[in-house]
């Protein structure tokens, strides 16, 4: 290289320190064929989704925080380290760690970025998360495969300092009432492809469509940035039975499946909802007698809601559930009371009498012990 002059920008300096590196690089390589080396003088680029750009729910932080992230992931085309608050900041030029934990929050919610795994030590103690960052939403039924808690999270987010955060986890929870209430199965979505084009004719017409997890409805009070977003959208624990006695769910519901079947179970009168629930646990007992196994409990129970509101559910698998939860209930309260001698008559009648009022609920005649044992 020629001797530095003054004139010479520091940028083209550096350049030619950069060259003399490569050299030297290429001579210790020790090729024995020519090899022509070079060198991309220009600005890096990226490509980044149309999608996440166009997206009608995300703010611009939101956006810049998924392609920070999305830079860190394709550095290495693999598993890497989930980048600090700090990097985010000072990648994105973002001012508060506050506004970072904010748009990760957003993007989870709206499935761009999923939670998969919490990484523990033998000892229990916590050693960070392991993230899924997305070209597009993902369905809602990968989502609660991968992430256990995104029911709960958005439960829980929806009293998050953030208004934006509130609105925007209470707009996927109106959308999925909305399309529980419509008698749609949540996880029942269209293909992929499906929704991109569904999710591109929606950017294209202003938001007057669905985007994913977010009915038109939802994309209208976001828009508006409206408080008054209806959040109708309940708990798994505010959702209870006749006389509002709490519900006993399926051992074998996950936290989120027990969510959305909370918002399920919303939709049907309170004294029928502990009886979908028994119908769903005896047809899981039902595998044990040679029945088929029932993977998808949820569009099972889906089924039940419709026939309910048709006045075609007919008490049959859970017949046997109900029984013998009543008959637990019924043990529990004679062992904190007193019995008489006549108290075990006394207890069945009660029990048979709350089967009766059950089955005068969903206008069905009533049955005999003798008929319920011969049904089982």
Sequence with gaps: MAKPDPRVRPETLALGALIEAAVEQAVEAGATTRQDGLLFLGNRHAAFPLLVVRDPILEPVDKLVWMTIFLQAQATSGY???????????????ASKSTVA???????????????????????????????????????????????????????????LHPRVRLVANGVLTSLDEAIGAGTDACDEAHPTHC????????????????????????????????????????????????????????????????????????????????LLDELQGRFHSEAKGMPPLYDALRFLNSLCKAIHKGRFMPNLGIPVTAERLAEQKRRKASATPKSASQPEADHAVGMEALSRMRASLGRPDRSSRNLIEER
């Design 196 to 275: 991109r084009i569904e999710a591109e004719k929606t950017v294209a017409n202003e938001g007057r469509g669905d985007f994913f997890a977010f009915s038109a409805k939802a994309i209208e009070a976001l828009r508006d940035d409206s408080s008054a977003m209806d959040t109708s959208a309940i708990a798994v624990e505010k959702i209870r039975g006749k006389e509002g006695v709490p519900l006993i769910y399926p051992g074998r519901l996950d936290a989120n499946q027990r969510a959305l079947a909370a918002l399920y179970l919303e939709k049907v009168e309170p004294e029928q909802r502990q009886l």
């Design 102 to 160: 904010r748009a990760i929050a957003i993007l989870r919610a709206t499935r761009w970025l999923t939670l998969c795994a919490r990484i523990r030590e033998h000892n229990g103690r916590f050693r960070g998360n392991v993230f899924t960052l997305h070209d597009q939403p993902l369905p809602l039924a990968d989502v609660l495969h991968l992430d256990s808690s995104y029911m709960a999270f958005l439960q829980q987010v929806r009293q998050h």
């Design 80 to 94: 890497t380290a989930f980048p600090s608050y700090d990097y985010i900041r000072g990648i994105a030029n973002i």
